[in-house]
Nanobody, 112 residues
Framework: VQLQASGGGLVQAGGSLRLSCVVR????????MLWYRQAPGKQREWVST???????GYADSVKGRFHISRDNAKNTLYLQMDTLKPEDTAVYYC???????WGQGTLVTVSS
């Protein structure tokens, strides 16, 4: 399984970004998918989960601002991030729901 994340960039506080994660060699919907992030000098932390059945979960820090979704036809996972804050600055990683398959990470920088 290979995951390719993209969509990061520099945005002002209050802005939006949409991250994408293309899955190759597996199905985006079969086992569920997750997003994690790692801020400078901090441990990697869980952000959101999209279960195979469609249930979603979010860290308290992003609840109400981020939305996880997938496109089965494109075999792609998304993370819509709205009302971004400087503390959202991090490298964002997608993870396959089974095994230890991770995307390469995409950097999100939110300026104040």
């Amino acid at each position: 399984v290979q995951l390719q994340a993209s969509g990061g960039g520099l945005v002002q506080a209050g802005g939006s970004l949409r991250l994408s994660c293309v899955v190759r060699g597996g199905h985006v919907s079969r086992y569920g998918m997750l997003w994690y992030r790692q801020a400078p000098g901090k441990q990697r932390e869980w952000v959101s989960t999209l279960a195979s059945g469609g249930a979603t979960g979010y860290a308290d820090s992003v609840k109400g601002r981020f939305h996880i979704s997938r496109d089965n036809a494109k075999n792609t996972l998304y993370l819509q991030m709205d009302t971004l804050k400087p503390e959202d600055t991090a490298v964002y990683y997608c993870k396959f729901g089974r095994g230890e398959y991770w995307g390469q990470g995409t950097l999100v920088t939110v300026s104040s």
